[in-house]
């Protein structure tokens, strides 16, 4: 049997068995904004595998972040590993949308990590290599979070194996089944068809944003794709904006398809 299609197995059995031990402690993680919990049916679920697929500039990092201050907010220990800030400008990011996180941060409750190659020169043996490292990290440093974000996946799968992406998901959801949650970000099409469709099946949710325009308003659309173990009832897409004043929120475009 080939590696890949034991891999496919592997992630499938895993699901199966992450469903069960899963649905005994599911908990709804409320973002803090009622609209938008209201559209996600009462919020997202932890412990759960989060994907968060949109393009760039789309508010995949901002999204994040509001699950990322919700949970933190909730006693939650959570760490980040960034592709794209240091820690400095995500922690500025952050306070730049009334989502302040520097006390948990000092407090230790908050851990960032920016994933970055000196000079800013990517080869594919870096590309290659990082995945196995935030794999790793993920696996090693469990004990010291409840919530782990991967911001973004797209740079590190690159150069990346079939096989070896696949038991990435596959370490990712045992993770989950340990009662963590994980959320991944990435740019649409950034792997094959078949790889996507894995990530969706073994995704507990699945979340796409888009930038769009509605009556020459530039807002973003949030469409749930996927929501598992949410009880509420959940509607859709749900129009953001990013209001330096409020932060992340919900614009109110009654009777408008997207």
Sequence with gaps: MKE??????????????????????????????????????????????????????????????QIVHSALRNGLKVCVVTTEATVKEYLSMMSSIKLDANNYFIQGKLRIYPL??????WSRQMLSLFLKVAEVFLERY???????????????????????????????????????????????????????MEIKASSDAYLVIRNVKISGINVKALEVIKLWGVIGERRGPITLEVNPQLGLRVVPFGGVKI
């Design 116 to 121: 970055h190659v000196k000079g800013g020169k």
């Design 142 to 196: 469990k004990g010291k979070y409840d919530v782990v974000a991967i911001d973004s996946l797209s740079i590190l799968t690159t150069e990346t194996k079939h096989n070896d992406f696949l038991t990435f998901i596959t370490r990712a959801k045992n993770i989950v089944s340990n009662g963590k949650t994980v959320i991944l970000t990435f740019h649409p099409n950034f792997v094959s068809n078949d790889l996507m």
């Design 4 to 65: 890949s299609e034991k891999a496919r197995r592997n992630v499938k059995k895993l699901g199966s068995s992450h469903e069960a031990e899963q649905e005994s402690m599911i908990k709804t993680l409320s973002l803090g904004i009622k609209e938008l919990d209201e559209g996600l049916g009462g919020g997202v679920p932890h412990p759960s595998l989060i994907s968060i697929e949109g393009e760039h500039g789309a508010g995949k990092t901002v999204l994040t972040q």
